[in-house]
């Protein structure tokens, strides 16, 4: 069964963490309770999420939200340029890059939308994909110095997401306006407190708008109304609890404000694409990923060793 990998893990105190690999073994399902973003270079293999499985193209662009789940299939030469945010940063010191239209729909808007299950893929062309993997490489670099450089890892993450965020095979429309003052309110309200039993007329009355303004607006520029939103956000910070904690099922569900288990349950594999249950037994599983992300060793034709990182 597939395993959770955990930012506490992975990261080294690092709000990034990059890496490019070369998969010719399978990646079983796993989930993330941080944020990924996943660029598929040359060779072969299919993608796993909980809507199936599809054959990788060169150029496609996998975001993934903290909760959700995926893995690769039939992997042979398969170039994965990962770069992956800590969702205690997005909240905190990397929660700027929300307030740049086009990051947030990279980043936020996409992978929350209804029925995506937290998993967005997007599409670049060949030459951008290739840019964008050189700079996580880079960026893997810089993040693995001696010397600690925390100004270069940002120009570097900046510049990679910048690449990705240019480069998206999306229909142009006119330029998204900044972030709406009263929605930036209302995302740092229900962050802070996702558990309170929040009414749409009082998120409202909180910024002095209509509720039927404050929904519209709030599908403008996040892509989901603020209770739509308040559910995928509960479903992550239950996601993490379930990986991290042994509060019983009901318990977490009622500790992100779902107090019903049953609702709970519901709402919860209608966002992750699990039951809560599920999503535990598979975050605590032992796997062929060798503690969290370590690399593993794969012996090739020729007989000697080769190290293989188990990363995306």
């Known amino acids: 069964m597939p395993a959770t990998l955990h930012e506490h893990a992975l990261f080294a105190g690092s709000p990034v963490l990059a890496g490019v690999h070369h998969l010719d073994l399978d990646v079983e399902p796993h989930a993330h309770d941080f944020l990924e973003i996943a660029v598929i270079g040359a060779g072969d293999g299919r993608h796993v999420t909980s809507q199936g499985e599809r054959t990788l193209r060169l150029g496609q662009v996998i975001v993934l939200r903290p909760g959700a789940w995926h893995g690769f299939r039939d992997c042979a030469g398969l170039t994965v340029a990962n770069c992956c945010l800590s969702a205690q940063a997005l909240r905190a010191e990397l929660a700027l890059l929300y307030d740049i239209p086009m990051l947030r729909g990279l980043l936020w808007t996409d992978p929350v939308a209804s029925g995506t299950h937290g998993v967005a893929v997007t599409t670049v062309g060949p030459a951008v994909a290739e840019e964008a993997i050189a700079e996580i490489g880079l960026l893997e670099r810089d993040l693995g110095g001696d ?28 330029p998204e306006p900044a972030v709406s003052p009263a ?12 558990a309170h039993p929040w009414r749409l007329d009082d998120l409202a009355r909180a910024v ?3 509720p039927a303004y404050l929904g519209r607006l709030f599908v403008r520029h996040v892509g989901l109304t603020p209770l739509r939103f308040l559910a ?28 019903d288990p049953t609702y709970f349950a ?8 699990l039951t809560p249950t599920e999503y535990r037994r598979r975050s605590r599983s032992a796997t062929h990923w060798s503690g969290a992300g370590r690399p593993e060793t794969q012996e090739p034709a020729g007989g000697r060793p080769e190290t293989q990182r188990a990363g995306p």
């Open 183 to 194: 929605v930036a309110a209302t995302i740092a309200r229900l962050e802070a407190e996702p």
């Open 266 to 273: 519901r709402r919860f594999r209608t966002l992750v694409g």
């Open 232 to 259: 995928r956000l509960r479903a992550e910070r239950a996601a993490t609890l379930l990986a991290h904690s042994a509060l019983p099922a009901a318990r977490v569900g009622a500790a992100v404000g779902w107090d």
């Open 147 to 174: 010397q600690s450089r925390p100004g270069r890892v940002l120009g570097r993450l900046v510049t990679v997401l910048g690449v990705l965020a240019d480069g998206r095979d999306l229909v142009r429309e006119a």
């Open 208 to 210: 002095n708008l209509d």
